[in-house]
């Protein structure tokens, strides 16, 4: 049987056993604990809890990170919004389920097509779902996974301001790679419209179980901002990211490609913007972060303070330099570690910090092992919930992250392990090098650490779903 054979099986038994287990459990006898679930888009670990920016500032998700699990080495399961959220919200890799990239539409894919994703489980379950912001990829919503949707079914975020001259750092043809203030007030901004949003489900009587997901897409480009914020980080006393000119030197061609080092990197250093260009993202984080802290306070002042999980996660990192590459779409560090962290009553304690490798596909089984849901068979992540109980328990498994078929990146507690479709390979050791600027791979000491890492490679690759036609990527 292949796995393909193995998901509709298990798919069907679970529709045959979920309807009188469904009934059971959503009877009154057991209170159930509501979930807030947010996203940020395109936060890489500069935060002040993560430390991957000495000059970030982000009280709020400091403060948070501090109230329950922050997740010190958490993974993207593909470095690509599309991908990503498709892999977290329905807990199946990219290798399993062919959607590898933004274009890829992940409904069209034979083992997503009935997938039920988070929110359709616990609706399952007697919880309200309802969703504001960017949850899924912007041109893939997924009306069924929601009851209610801000601002609409089929639009995920509100429109933002613009500045009325753009580009503003002056690269031509650059899009929305672009940076610098907008004067408006903060409540002008999409993201600020949809924390309003959420405080607005958290203030209201709810009979059933929730689960209220809310996304913010800042610091997503354009980093248009409200000017304050860039005035927090003046571009002169800016801390620009180490780099190593030479880096890609020890990269096969596969990783050279991904890079694209001829690309943006050329563009920002040509047109000297790299300091303008991380003052804009640093400005965006905190812009975020006081959008966090808005609908925490919301969340403490409401009627479900004290049995509410929160689970606060970014879809993958960003590059603002770092191996001659800007953006995701790597398999380094820099793209594949993103935000996680959790607070659940009863579970967690304050202040925890758990370093083993965890991914984004680990939230669903989690939430269901939370929640006493019903176990589902065919999820690819491991529940979380033995780290939120001791963040030093035990894990058997290294955080994988795919970029485009059969190129994958491993990474466990010490090393990152990259194999592209090529075979070609990289490895790198965070005890010495955590900036991965030393290939390893080709020295014969580490053969053991590679054997290791490729027993966790994905058995199955399957080809990338059709796309609709005129779509690029
Ligand atoms: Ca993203
Ligand atoms: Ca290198």
């Known amino acids: 049987m292949n796995r393909r054979d193995f998901l509709k099986l298990t798919a069907a038994g679970a529709a045959v056993l979920s309807v009188p287990n ?3 459990l959503a009877g009154p006898a057991k209170k159930r604990p509501n979930v807030l679930f947010m996203a940020i888009d395109d936060l890489n670990d500069w935060t002040g809890c993560l430390g991957g920016h000495p000059d970030v500032k982000t009280p709020n998700l400091d403060e948070l990170a501090g109230r329950g699990v922050l997740f010190t080495n958490a993974h993207c399961s593909a470095p690509a919004c599309n991908p990503s959220r498709a892999s977290l919200m329905t807990g199946i890799l990219p290798s399993t389920s062919g959607i590898y990239h933004n274009p890829d539409p992940w409904r069209k894919s034979p083992v997503l097509k009935d997938a039920a994703t988070i929110p359709q489980h616990f609706m399952a379950h007697g919880y309200s779902a309802v969703g504001g912001g960017k949850i899924y990829h912007g041109a893939f919503p997924d009306p069924p996974s929601w009851q209610s949707y801000f601002p609409s079914a089929t639009k995920n975020k509100p429109d933002d301001p613009m500045p009325p001259n753009r580009p503003i750092n002056g690269i031509p043809r650059t899009a929305h790679f672009d940076w610098g203030p907008v004067d408006v007030p903060d409540r002008d901004m999409g993201d600020r419209k949809v924390a309003a949003w959420a405080t607005e489900q958290l203030n209201k009587k709810h009979d059933k179980p929730f689960f209220i997901a809310c996304g913010f897409f800042r610091p997503h480009l354009p980093w248009y901002v409200p000017t304050k914020y860039f005035d927090m980080y003046p571009p002169d006393e800016i801390t620009l990211p180490n780099v190593n000119e030479n880096d890609l030197d ?13 690309g943006d990197h050329a563009k920002v250093v040509k047109h000297k913007q790299w300091r303008k260009a991380v003052q804009g993202y640093l400005a965006s984080i905190t812009f975020v972060d006081t959008c966090v802290g808005r609908v925490m306070r919301s969340l403490d002042k409401s009627a479900y303070a004290d049995n509410t999980i929160v689970v606060l996660w ?7 330099g770092e191996k001659l590459h800007w953006r995701k779409f790597s398999l380094w560090e820099e793209a594949t570690h993103n935000v996680l962290m959790a607070i659940a009553p009863g579970v967690t304690k304050p202040g925890q910090r758990c370093s083993r490798p965890v991914t984004m596909v680990d939230i669903y089984p989690t939430l269901i092992e939370l929640c006493g849901l019903t176990p589902k068979a065919e999820l690819e992540g491991k529940s979380l919930a033995p ?5 030093r328990a035990s894990w058997d498994r290294p955080a994988l992250t795919t970029h485009g078929r059969n190129n994958h990146s491993l990474r466990g507690e010490r090393f990152r392990y990259i194999r592209y479709s ?12 955590a900036l991965e600027w030393t290939n390893l791979a080709d020295d014969p000491k580490y053969a053991a650490v590679k054997k290791e890492f490729a027993k966790w490679l994905p058995k199955n690759n399957v080809p990338q779903v059709e796309r609709p036609k005129g779509r690029k990527r």
């Open 22 to 24: 469904m009934a059971l």
């Open 250 to 262: 020890d990269v096969p061609e596969l990783g050279k490609k991904m890079a694209r080092p001829q």
């Open 314 to 320: 970014s879809d993958h990192g960003w590059h603002l």
């Open 387 to 391: 780290l939120l109980r001791n963040p």
């Open 422 to 433: 090529d075979g070609t390979e990289e490895l790198y050791d965070h005890e010495k090098d």
